[in-house]
DNA sequence: GGGGGAAGGATTC
DNA sequence: TCACGGAATCCTTCCCCC
């Protein structure tokens, strides 16, 4: 909480300097900070937000302990050592050292407060609080001279402040004055880094040196040119006085040149440009801006707050004057150090960045060496000077607050709406995500993270719930018999896919299916498939129609197995990461060739284009780890049979048969038996002339259910799959019989749906291989559906489960077989 | 020992 | 009014697995 950011009033003043106010703001000198320390302190006091804080603060004090005995034993050897370390980085660093560029940091004015006071005239002169009745957002700075500012609570800042008013946020008003600003700093910088609504970071190298050669015509500005007259309320005039009566230093009112009539002229120079901007902000929007100019970003930032309000502060582009300002600055000033390394920094004796740096070789002993480094840099006044607009979003998140929630019920309600919400912002910006980490604050403020990385990515409610609804559980179950009394629950997905990843995945998969088929840098029209990990869709994939509680149908029996052990490390997470890494190693160093196959098991990248040779490889891929993986799990399997048979054209219909329990499987259940020694049943109703191999004893029924009609074709006959060794990648989807047998047919092509004249399971194969290559791009995108038949939970009955493939290839579909 | 995941914390606006 | 946010990022520590 930013107002409790910790200033010091005296040494070892404790806690009440932990709680103290925060000063360290614009529009709060001069104010009598004992006094709204005490108000503050006392409205805290006894509150369980002030326990929180008080534990808080104690852990900090056990760091600084730690880290004041690390120094204790500390040998002078060690410390010169360290010294001689310093001296060599501090050399690196200055020879890094970049002066070149011109970067400005933009920040408005107490921003929501200012566009209420905009807008609203009458709240010009008062103490005004913007934000709700719990929290402020933000204050003016009438209502910061009675150290009501930005975080605090309502009711403390009412406490201090009794005539404080209170307007509620108006996020898209903000949002529209914020891109009023943005229009204006685009013409400076098409490239600037928005940070916030209300601030930004802008290289402006390039105009500077543009500038140079302008005519003052191109630097001349009228006072109210800008100004949007559409925008004005009738009852408003424009009021040029407006935000001059608040700040003196107004860019409006000292302008380096007046011209003739309200014409103002800007000089040349940096500074001159960014008085100029500031000058068309207000224009613009009546709203005051603060700047600063500096040769990095950092710097900038610390000098924007220099002249705060409606001020610009520069350092010029020598390394002197860096060093100049950055003697005496206090380390707080710098973005990124709060109260807890100030304080930490406090205890080695250390305030200033000039102490910083003596202290260099002490701090390279008891830091990391990321956070010694930062410092360094921050000692030498040295900062990023490359503004990087491309940065990618690493995570997203919702989270709430409310009234003590304790019962279990709501609990799961809340999760599953954060899910949605969070689903929806997901899928606006199409991203997928990893990891699901759940939020939980109690009502004693303690918080606590619980996250959980899948084999796959997730979007949508159903993926995100299933896993957080998990970590909630986990988290009841440890407080149980006890409630979980909570005042906060959040929900963030991480670990996005990068877009190389995506494509990477893409091409894998298309590979996977259509070797040699798409043309580089041609994309599939199937957005939803190309992103899901292969073994997502071999029956990790959740049923759509699995009642909201229940997780991936397939994952939860097996952890059901496992007796409440974690199946997340098992086999598939493993086998997704190691997919993951070699995808992106092989994104790295590209083969010789584009055109190749990745085993949908290994997920090694198969050179050459033979089908036959890569079938063997996902024969024997197949074999040596599901005989592995599922020996268990199939051992009492007895199932046997053929695969079911659609006559039906393609169409997009779903199945709405969950959980079908057969008793006592006979061999003609429709079940096919994989090499892998794990059954399936294939509905195949989107499959075009899916054909079954019949043989003798072959009956053939119509099987029809409330939604769907299959004709089937049902297996009398001894064709119990005994070798791995057969299962074809792209070929065969029949069952092969231990032997031809007397009067078994002739294969069917699934592909073409013509009868081969063969009984050469390889001849046939080839057949189907290139049948596949034939036709597949015009298959891809036809939804269809297989059934995945677990091992039994009862003995002598079985579990069947629905799985449902969106947009995938017949090939793919043969492999899910395989 | 390195890498990755989980959890917690610090920091910013 | 009896009360202290939401979102995002980065870092550290611990632990496990390879």
Sequence with gaps: LDFLNIQKLNEGDGLFSWMALNDNKAGMEGINREKINKIILEASKGSKFYENELKKEQQVNQRIEKMMLQKAQITEQQFRKAEGQVEKLTADLERGRDLGRVVVHVDMDAFYAAVEMRDCPELKDKPLGVGSWRLLSTSNYHARKFGVRAAMPTFIAKKLCPNLIIVPLNFDKYRATSAEVREIFAEYDPNFLPMSLDEAYLDITDHVMHRQSWPESMRTYYLHSGYDQARQRPEEQPDADLSLDLFEDSPSASPSVSGPAGAVVFGTCAEEAVR????????????????????????????????????????????????????????????????????????????????????????????????????????????????????????????????????????????????????????????????????????????????????????????????????????????????????????????????????????????????????????????????????????????PGVSSLDVCPVKQEVSKQEAGQSEQQSFFQKAHVRRLRLQAEQQESPGPSDQYFTCPVCFQKQEGMDLGKFNQHVDECLTSVYTASWEQDVSSCPAQGDYIRTEEGLHHRQLQVTNVDVTEPKIGNGILHTSMGHSSIFAAHTMPGLMSQTSEGCEEKTSRNSSDLHKVHYCDGGHQRTSSSDSKFGGVYSVEPEGPGPGCPALICPICNVQQDTSDLAIFNRHVDICLNQGVLQEIGQEFMFLSVKSPAVPGRFSFTFVYLLNLAPSFHSNIIA
Aim: with cysteine; net charge positive; glycine share 8%.
């Design 276 to 543: 100029e901007m500031r000058f068309r902000i207000e224009q613009k929007t009546m709203l005051t801006a603060s700047a600063g100019i500096a040769p990095n970003m950092m710097l900038a930032k610390v000098c924007s707050d220099k002249n705060k309000p409606n001020g610009q502060y520069r350092i010029p582009a020598e390394r002197q004057a860096v060093m100049d300002f950055v003697k005496n600055l206090p380390i707080r000033k710098v973005p990124g150090i709060g109260k807890v390394t100030e304080k930490m920094l406090s205890a080695l004796g250390i305030k200033t960045c000039a102490e910083l740096h003596q202290k260099g070789a002490l701090l390279s002993l008891l830091f990391s060496e990321t956070s010694f480094h930062h410092f360094l840099q921050i000692s030498l006044g040295l900062g990023s000077t490359h503004i990087n607009r491309d940065g990618e979003r690493k995570s997203m998140s919702t989270e709430r607050t409310f009234a003590e929630m304790s019962s279990v019920e709501e609990q799961f309600r809340l999760c599953r709406e954060l899910c949605g919400d969070l689903a929806n912002d997901l899928q606006k910006e199409g991203l997928k995500g990893r990891t699901v980490t759940v939020k939980l604050k109690n009502v004693n403020f303690e918080v606590k993270t619980r996250a959980l990385t899948l084999s796959s990515v997730v979007s949508t409610e159903e993926e995100i719930f299933a896993a957080a609804k998990d970590l909630l559980k986990a988290e009841i179950d440890h407080m149980s018999p006890q409630p979980l009394k909570l005042r906060l629950m959040g929900v963030r997905v991480s670990g996005f896919v990068s877009g190389d990843e995506k494509k990477s995945l893409q091409k894998s998969i298309i590979s996977f299916f259509q070797s040699g088929r798409l043309e580089s840098g041609e994309t599939s029209q199937h957005s939803g498939a190309e992103e899901l990990p292969l073994l997502q869709l071999a029956g990790f994939q959740k049923d």
